[in-house]
Structures are given as structure tokens and as C-alpha cells.
């Protein structure tokens, strides 16, 4: 058995970065980004959090924490790689704005796939991977994947949504899969990491993020602080878990932290957060002037962002 999975186990995770990011370009509302996008303080905030308080914070951790050099790597990993791509059903449940949801999402994709290259060698002392070894995936399973289903929701919003839910079913049945393939191959890291500092650094980790950005979100209205503090307190796995396995021989306890983070990181996380936020931070009579998924918004619009 585990050599059908060790066999299995590239295709499942291509599948996953890659459907997972095809129904992200066939459900972003491009136009509403462009809105948001003009807003160069949140974008540049936002870049702040992803690629320079969020890994900066990761090291500071495994500084402080002894955790050991394998899930030490793993944490760095994840650091790079912010905003997971279900981050539209959160938002569903938390309120905000879609516009500024839209825009973290393209600020934080397109900052994994230029930043990590070049961040990954730098933080990680001695991984030997470089940098194309790492971009080539990034550029094939996140760029390319959302740029056609962009595409496509470019030349037939209608097909595009009749496409959409097709892939999600296709990329949910996967993430399933993926998870019996890493949590049987990694079983005994991931197992091992129980008892130890590394879960409990973990969600350190994401809940420092989220309470971080914000409180520290001076100036920023609720509409925009949603989609921050959820894009920052949430990992795309893929990007991290590709990376992790671009070297041959790589420390097998990285693997699990990003096995540990697909569960983690990209849905306790990000769905406690949400249910925070709607609970005691958002207005309670707030605008829904672009909300697509909130219960007074048009059928049609709910229906492109409920995303699970």
C-alpha cells in the first residue's frame, strides 16, 4: 500500500494546487479587485503581513520555541505561503468586502510565487533546494491554473459558474485523498509531533497572525480588515508542501507540519476566525453593497462566492 501512495502521491498534490487555484480564477470578481487594488495602503499592509511580519514572526518563533530543525522548516515554509484559496467561503461567513477579498487574494498568490524563491534559501538554513526548483511548481500549479480559469470567467461568466462547482467537487474529493496519502506516508512524523512543541507552535502561530492584523489594523475599516486577518491567519498548503518536497531527501517532519497545516491552517484557522470576527468585531447593520454572499445580497451574487 504505502508504495501505491508514495507512487499516487505527486498527482494528488498537483491536482490539488491546481484545481484548487482554476476555481479561484473562475470565481474572482477581477473587477472588484481592480477597486480595492487602487488602495495602496492595503496593499501595501497587506504585503507587510504576508511576506515580512507573518515569516518574520515564524522565525521569532523558532527562535524562542525548541522545536526541532525539521518542523522548524515546516513552519518557515508555511510562513510563506498566506491566504488559503477557501478563503471566499470564510468571508461568507465573517462579512466584509468582496472588492478587498479579492485584491488580498491577488496580492498574496502573486507574492508566493515572486517572494518565495527568493525568500525560501535565504530563511531556511541549509535547504538546498534553489530558486527555480522552487518556482517551477509555483509558476505551473498556482499562475497557470488561475490565469485559465481568469480567462474563462473573461470570455463566459456563465460557463464559468456552471464549470466552477464541477472543479470544486474534483478538488474536494482530492483534498480528501491527499490527506489519507499524508497522513498514512507521514504518519510517524505527524504522530510524533504530538507531545511536542510543533502543533501547539502552529496555531501560535495563526492566532498571533489573526489578533495582529487586526488590532494593529489602524485606520482600516471592518470591510477591509476581514479579508486581511483571515488571509493572514490561513496558509496555502500547496505551495509549501511542493517546496517541502522539491529536494530529495527533504526532512520528512517539514511534510507533516504542512500535512498538519491543510487541517490547521487552512480550515480550523481560518473558520474560527470567521465565526470570531461575525460574532463580536462586525457591524452589526453593515452595507451590502459588495457583499455577493451575505443573506440581503442578490441570489445570483451569494451563489458565486459560496465556496466550501
Known amino acids: 500500500m504505502e508504495q501505491i501512495l508514495q507512487k499516487i502521491q505527486p498527482a494528488v498534490i498537483i491536482i490539488f494546487?491546481?484545481?484548487n487555484l482554476l476555481e479561484v480564477g473562475?470565481?474572482?470578481?477581477?473587477?472588484?479587485?481592480r477597486r480595492a487594488i487602487r488602495d495602496v495602503r492595503f496593499v501595501l499592509v497587506s504585503l507587510l503581513w504576508c511576506f515580512v511580519l507573518g515569516p518574520a514572526l515564524a522565525v521569532l518563533l523558532t527562535k524562542i520555541i525548541p522545536l526541532d530543525e525539521p518542523y522548524a522548516l515546516g513552519l518557515l515554509l508555511l510562513a510563506l505561503s498566506p491566504c488559503s484559496p477557501a478563503l471566499p467561503a470564510m468571508m461568507r461567513r465573517s462579512g466584509g468586502s468582496l472588492a478587498y477579498m479579492s485584491a488580498f487574494m491577488m496580492v498574496a498568490f502573486a507574492g508566493t510565487v515572486v517572494l518565495m524563491p527568493i525568500m525560501v534559501p535565504w530563511l531556511a538554513t541549509g535547504f538546498t533546494a534553489d530558486a527555480w526548483t522552487i518556482a517551477k511548481p509555483l509558476l505551473f500549479f498556482i499562475v497557470v491554473p488561475l490565469?485559465?480559469?481568469l480567462i474563462i470567467r473573461r470570455f463566459s461568466e456563465t460557463f464559468a459558474?456552471?464549470?466552477?462547482?464541477?472543479?470544486?467537487?474534483?478538488a474536494g474529493l482530492d483534498t480528501l485523498l491527499l490527506g489519507v496519502v499524508l497522513l498514512w506516508l507521514y504518519r510517524a512524523e505527524i504522530f510524533?509531533?504530538?507531545?511536542?512543541?510543533?502543533i501547539g507552535t502552529e496555531l501560535l502561530y495563526y492566532a498571533v497572525l489573526g489578533v495582529a492584523a487586526y488590532f494593529l489594523g489602524f485606520g482600516f475599516?471592518?470591510?477591509?480588515?476581514?479579508?486581511?486577518?483571515?488571509?493572514t491567519c490561513t496558509r496555502n498548503v500547496g505551495p509549501a508542501l511542493t517546496t517541502s518536497l522539491a529536494v530529495v531527501g527533504a526532512p520528512r517532519g517539514a511534510i507533516a507540519m504542512c500535512a498538519v497545516a491543510s487541517?490547521?491552517?487552512?480550515?480550523?484557522?481560518g473558520y474560527t476566525a470567521a465565526a470570531v470576527l461575525k460574532r463580536f468585531c462586525a457591524p452589526p447593520a453593515a452595507s451590502t453593497s459588495d457583499r455577493g454572499y451575505t443573506e440581503d445580497a442578490h441570489p445570483h451574487e451569494r451563489s458565486n462566492y459560496e465556496w466550501s
Open 147 to 149: 490565469i485559465i480559469g
Open 192 to 198: 510524533g509531533a504530538v507531545g511536542t512543541y510543533a
Open 26 to 33: 473562475l470565481r474572482l470578481q477581477v473587477s472588484e479587485a
Open 221 to 231: 475599516s471592518y470591510d477591509q480588515k476581514a479579508p486581511m486577518v483571515l488571509g
Open 263 to 269: 487541517f490547521l491552517g487552512a480550515i480550523l484557522s
Open 17 to 19: 494546487m491546481a484545481g
Open 161 to 170: 459558474e456552471k464549470l466552477a462547482p464541477i472543479v470544486r467537487k474534483v
